[in-house]
Every structure is written in C-alpha cells, then in structure tokens.
C-alpha cells in the first residue's frame, strides 16, 4: 500500500516533479505524424502538463514547441506556418523548429543573439 506522500510522487508528471523529470527522459507519442500538414496550422497539444504545438514546415521537417510564445507568452496554436517556422500573430516573432531556435525576431538585426524569456 502507498503512503498518500508516495502516490503523489508517482502520480506527478510536471516539469519539476521527480517523476516527470524521469518520464521526460525517454521518447513518448503525441501524435499521429500524418495530422501534421505542411505548411498547414499548428497542431496544439498536451502532454504531462504541459502544452505544445507541433507544425510541419515546407521541407516537410516537424517542429514541436512550447504553445507559449517566448516573447510574452501568447499561443502559437495560433502562429502562421511559414514553411521554415512559425510567425507568432502579436508582435511577428519567428520561431524555428530547431530546438525552437529564433530565426529573426523583427527588430534585431540579421545576425544578432537573442535570449527570450521563459514564459511559465
Ligand atoms: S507574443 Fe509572440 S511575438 Fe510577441
């Protein structure tokens, strides 16, 4: 029999519990890769607490990023596919499918380092 203390700890999958740390360790299925388009919408999802959006880019490369925009936040189910990432609708920001990498937020230069904050 579990202790109330023990189940919570089993049964707990966020990012800062002990076993969502162990499950985020290992592959899981969100979804069918064919409900993926190209160059279509965002696919928005949840997984272990957590929300996501999954796109398909021209190449035919998937994306899988946080549903927040890392600017301030806001859903980027609701971002426009560009082929090679997602416009975010609210200020234009653009986020790649590599590790959700920036390809150019709009006013910084080509080139120039950007360090967006976490939206939790
Ligand atoms: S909230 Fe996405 S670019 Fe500003």
């Known amino acids: 029999m579990l202790t109330p203390e023990e189940n919570e700890r089993l049964t707990r999958v966020g990012p800062?519990?002990?076993?969502?740390?162990?499950?985020?360790?290992?592959?899981?299925?969100?979804?069918?890769?064919?409900?993926?388009?190209?160059?279509?919408?965002?696919?928005?999802?949840?997984l272990m607490g957590e929300n996501f959006v999954a796109f398909?880019?021209?190449?035919?490369?998937?994306?899988?990023?946080?549903?927040?925009?890392?600017?301030?936040?806001a859903s980027m189910a609701l971002a426009r596919n560009e082929g090679d990432g997602l416009r975010c609708i609210f200020h234009g920001w653009k986020v790649g499918s590599t590790a959700g990498a920036w390809i150019r937020p709009p006013s910084r230069p080509s080139g120039a380092s950007v360090s967006p904050p976490m939206c939790r």
């Not at 969502?20 to 969100?30: D, F, K, N, V």
């Not at 409900?35 to 965002?42: H, I, L, M, N, Y």
């Not at 398909?56 to 936040?73: M, N, Q, T, V």
């Open 16 to 46: 800062d519990t002990p076993m969502g740390a162990m499950l985020r360790e290992y592959w899981l299925p969100a979804c069918r890769a064919a409900k993926v388009e190209a160059e279509g919408a965002p696919e928005r999802l949840r």
């Open 56 to 73: 398909r880019g021209s190449d035919g490369r998937l994306g899988f990023i946080a549903e927040a925009c890392p600017h301030r936040c």
